[in-house]
């Protein structure tokens, strides 16, 4: 058996703080503990110990995965890995959601030549283009995703992990909805009919292969 845990880092903005689309060129700390806390404490209960523990180069990233290894007492160190870095947001980066919605919805309504739009409208275009994105990973306009690269790096990851190994990595939102792609294709429409590519704070994903392929056991979880 090989086992793939991934986790998106913790919180890193308060409740009382404006969030903000913080990409990779936004390097952020945690705000909080209690959500990497509780994915080590995840692990533990369902005995699925890691034996190497991996995390994009970001503050948020790496402390989530320092916070895990500390939780589960276990005794390894954070290994950074540039492939899983978050994505740029290009235009969008550390903007606001609404000023993301604003200016998709722009480009869309400018793509598709609409006209008499009214203004108080626009964000409903733009929040249709980030619902593709949360639902088919549609890159939406201005944003630097190399797709093709980001698959790839998924897919050599899993062929890595060893026979009976268990490999953690913790990255983000952004990248993350791209690891079904390790799957066969009709596992990976199997995925898509059941479940939502973007994942919350915390919150951890598992894939196992037993020889047979690839395949998801937990997504989204905690």
Partial sequence: MKRLVIV??????????????????TDIPLVEEIRSRNAGKYLINN?????????????RTMRTAELIIDEMNLNTGVIADNDFTEIDYGEDENKTEEQVKYRLGMEY??????????????PNYGNAVIELWNSHAIVPPGWKVD???????????????????TALICTSNGIIRFAPHIMDALSITEFHNTHK????????????NNGNGWKCTEWNGL
């Fill in 197 to 208: 590519l973007k994942v919350s704070t915390g919150s951890v994903s598992i894939f196992e």
């Fill in 47 to 59: 005995n699925i110990i890691p034996d190497k523990v991996y995390a994009a180069p970001l503050k």
């Fill in 109 to 122: 309504v400018k793509s598709h030549q609409l006209t008499d739009v009214d203004k108080d409208e626009i």
């Fill in 8 to 25: 998106r880092h913790g919180n890193t903005f308060t409740p009382e703080q404006i969030p903000t689309r913080a990409g990779a060129k």
């Fill in 147 to 165: 797709v093709d690269r980001i698959i790839v790096s998924w897919k050599n990851f899993a062929n890595r992990i060893g026979n009976n190994e």
